[in-house]
């Protein structure tokens, strides 16, 4: 990767970068991004920055492709490479959570029903556990009317980041969904297994007919997403050995 | 590839066709055809043209098995090679549309369900948000009575192309469907997309019991569509790295 | 492969047996057979024989496994190879059924469900269209009881060609089903599509909401399987393409 | 693999683990476990004291990652290698069943809706006819409360054996499942076949509506369950021809 240019708060060290470009061929490989999607960290050194890819498709990336944004969204060290419209959701989730150092958006197919109908998602498994929590859903025309759906801009930004409050997703009607966590790492297992668990809920919902289902409770998925911050690195490590970089 | 034979409107430029084959692959590639279904282009020079692959598998279609049809659909420089049975999808819509440059034909087995039962394929995304227009289904049992289910002469086009209407999608009862665009790169994404857009409304139905999906209106699928016709190059360029020519 | 032993009616040409091992590798790769599964063809000289790979999985077959069978099932050059234990499927339906030439059993288990609840398969769309004639469900306990559901001798053989009567297809309860076709390459079309179909089927009954699905009717069935046998071809030599042999 | 420490009980020989890897892989190739998930075997020559990996993505798993294990699950050749947390559950088994030989724990999506819903897996086919003898599920809550919903220790492992019971199959509410053979490969088989028959019976219930299914019963099970025994070879033949080791 280029050095960042000087307006960037600081140098970010390759070993500290190693793991976002594989962290974004992951995602592909697991089929939880296609052409569309994608993952960012924030700066290990300047919490008032954020790193992410210029517009490419995720399977794609690769170290040279990371540029440096500030939490307005802007490229720092772009030099005439383009940016993915939708960075705003980044950077307003940075700027609303601290505790947030990394986000993933993604348009996985098993996610989206979860935000065109009036069923919440639940934790079906301690893998997912962290969704135990709660997942609240953004409707962008409630604010903004008929749109063409994507978070073009920071007010749209800052109104996703808004509904997610202190959740660690959020899911977009018409669009796809965000996982965070507060590593890399746990913002791709997040994102993974949120795919998963909408899959295991579409076939639970549809074998108990709509009664009920045993999902973990907000407790279990405390306690279960606990073990997931270090135990997940066994899955991690399977994935990174899988994908380029 | 041959050149055209003199009956043929224009010479093609190789560059010009570079993209036709991988478009075959590429569908097959995401699982939208298999071995059957196609894809032409109107010629770019010559508008009372198409280009299309001879009949073969669309994973095995190279440069060479293009060849050049009027809107007739008949074969300018086949030299004995077999065209498609059902190349009148094509012609027929090229007649009917001057604003479509490009056709797809598919069976993909997630889209057909919606040719089979009342239930109004919707956009679930906005990558899929050309469907919000409005999703036609053919029965060419109306106009035919009981058939191959082909469409495998002029008249049998003329009314397919009839029910499409203005719209860019058509679906077949009993067979398959047909997605349009104003190039080639956009009429294979809405076809990938249209196949990921049944998926979602196949989980969206049942996890919501038939209760109403809240899909994309018309406005917003008339914005999303927008903006798909240039951001979607990434998914094309994407697609293309991974199949040949 | 080693010439048939004397006791065989006819030495088999390799150029008539070149398709029989793929076919079974093009079965498990389309996903019709896993570790289980086998294809027969009739031999081509001598209706009194057919032919058919040792007891092994279909995705390992090669030309040096194929045995010869007379129509009890009794192979007639195993040289100390196994056979399947459920050879008498084949067996047994062509002597019920002079008119077959090769025979698919299956497992694959999309279609095992139509053998389990009182829901007709039928064909949702041209490629399927053999499906259109109807689709009788053999169950092994009416008529044996208590038993390892297997075919594992003449007179249950016997018992499931006579339920499939003049169909080209029968489904076996908790088991899975047998294909069958005028030539080896019309069987494994119809094996594979058989797959395809029972999954558009559970797609249309779960949208429609169990409403009447608009499948081919018996002539639409006839007349488009007539176009398969010829036209599927061009899915035969994709698959071909694809498998050792 | 290094010898066993002398605290072990006996040296196992190359031979006897020659499939222990390999079964890892295999479960990851079949889709039966992801970066979760392990498969044990009790050692061949000391009924107390079994074999597994240490804490490693069962995909990655090599003959050298084995370690031996007493009965109490504590590792007698780690040398500073880790262990699965869950290991309890494989050592509280061994100790419950004298019978049972290897031991799979896995999260196969498709088969967690079972342990959700108040809907009992029933065997669809011959190749999953160990479950005709009946599926309990496991709920970790009703015993420990509010958990991290592992069996991170002896007792929760004993709770989990008693549950089981007679049977070689027991469902973990919102976590996964475990399956146990009296040899490896039949652990292995049928963890493959559970996976399998858990989406066949999803599409049958759907498909029936929640009509009965005429699923095998325990005598048919009992009978179909011998011939895999032997006759399941055949598909571990191939399977271990597809991975490493």
Avoid at 47 to 53: E, G, K, S, V
Avoid at 147 to 166: F, H, S
Wanted: hydrophobic fraction near 45%.
């Amino acid at each position: 990767m280029n050095s960042p240019t000087p307006r960037s708060g600081r140098r970010v060290e390759p070993a500290q970068l190693a793991d976002l470009a594989p962290a974004s061929r992951i995602l592909a490989a697991q089929g939880v991004v296609d052409g569309f999607g994608h993952v960012s960290m924030r700066h290990p050194a300047a919490p008032d920055r954020y790193l992410m890819a210029r517009s490419i498709a995720p399977a794609l990336v690769t170290p040279g492709d990371i540029l440096e944004y500030d939490l307005d969204s802007t490229a720092l060290n772009a030099a005439g490479r383009d940016s993915f419209l939708e960075r705003f959701i980044h950077g307003e989730i940075y700027k609303a959570r601290p505790d947030i150092m990394s986000v993933v958006h993604s348009h996985s197919p098993s996610v989206i029903p979860f935000g065109l109908v009036a069923v919440p998602m639940q934790a079906m498994f301690h893998n997912a556990a962290f969704i135990a929590a709660g997942v609240p859903v953004f409707d962008i025309r409630d604010q903004f009317g008929a749109t063409d759906m994507l978070i073009g801009n920071g007010p749209k930004g800052v109104a996703l980041a808004a509904v997610m409050g202190r959740k660690d997703i959020v899911l977009m009607r018409g669009h796809g969904s965000v996982a965070c966590g507060p590593t890399l790492q746990s913002a791709v297992f997040r994102a993974v297994y949120t795919e998963v668990n909408a899959r295991i809920q579409h076939w639970s919902a549809a074998l108990g007919g709509g009664a009920p289902i045993a999902a973990l409770d907000a407790e279990e998925g405390r306690l279960a997403d606990q073990v997931n911050q270090t135990a997940g690195m066994r899955a991690w490590n399977l994935w990174r050995s899988q994908v380029k970089w």
